[in-house]
């Protein structure tokens, strides 16, 4: 392949990149939690085996070696089995630590989703307008939800940065949605920026009415595989414009 040929390859796959998504660093924790700021009981593991309110227990596996693990309590539990039933709180007064941490007004979490305590994971970083943020998410329902005493868990992001006047979190999943102690599965998760800026993204994962017992959890990861169709077009079409280039050269050196 000579010089040029390599060129047009290379400024292909660079258009295809950069039309794809903004990119905050380490999103598939291969580096631990590199470049992450974190509250409450988070960590990067491998395959975790998450326990859940409905034998059987599931099993959660990486795209690679690592993901992030967010979970909803302290990591401890809060209930009739130890005979604490109180956990620490970080979502209702006087602290309300996952409300701050994220940017929103103080109360927020608790009146949205019941929340009790909670984990939260956020990065800032720099964006163009129009590209595309994406993140792999897994959420896990080990509690048996009950609409009545508000037993919910969820998990949610929020976006904060240019264009976006007033930050709110955008619900991913919730224990009714998913079923007593179910899974989610991994889902992708799509947000275009609307201006050129730096912003932050951060995800969370909130115990909500039962401050006890069983605690949800959220896993994030991220692998660049297949690229969207309207990617693959734009990189179809660069390939098309240097053929044709090469084309051109030839017959003109003829």
């Known amino acids: 392949m000579n ?8 400024s292909a796959l660079c258009a295809l990149s950069a039309a794809v998504s903004g990119a ?3 999103q598939d924790f291969e580096l631990g939690l590199t470049g992450w700021t974190v509250l409450g009981n988070v960590g990067a593991t491998g395959p975790t085996t998450v326990p859940s309110y ?3 227990d599931k099993t959660v596996f990486p795209y690679q070696s690592l993901m992030a693990r967010l979970v909803s309590n302290d990591g401890q539990d809060h ?3 130890s005979g604490n039933y109180n956990p620490p709180s970080m979502a209702v007064a006087p602290d309300y630590l996952l409300d701050r941490f994220f940017g929103l007004p103080d109360g927020t979490l608790a009146s949205s989703y019941q929340a009790f305590n909670g984990a939260g994971i956020k990065q800032t970083f720099s964006g163009l307008a129009g590209e595309v943020v994406q993140q792999r998410w897994n959420f896990f329902s080990t509690d048996d939800p009950d609409p009545v005493f508000l037993s919910n868990d969820t998990a949610f992001v929020v976006i904060s940065g240019p264009g976006i006047s007033n930050p709110v979190p955008i619900i991913l999943m919730d224990s009714l949605g998913a079923g007593a102690s179910a899974t989610s599965g991994w889902s992708n998760f799509l947000y275009t920026l609307p201006a050129t800026g730096d912003y932050t993204i951060g ?3 909130v115990n909500g009415g ?3 017992y069983y605690d949800a959890e959220l896993f994030l990861d991220y692998f660049n595989g297949v690229p969207e169709p309207g990617s693959l077009a734009l990189l179809g079409l660069a390939v098309a414009c240097l053929g044709s280039s090469m084309r051109r050269m030839k017959s003109a050196g003829r």
């Open 24 to 26: 905050p660093a380490n």
């Open 3 to 10: 010089r040029l040929m390599r060129f047009g390859v290379a």
């Open 79 to 81: 209930g009739a089995t």
């Open 54 to 56: 409905v034998p059987p």
């Open 210 to 212: 039962d401050n006890y």
């Open 203 to 205: 995800f969370g994962v």
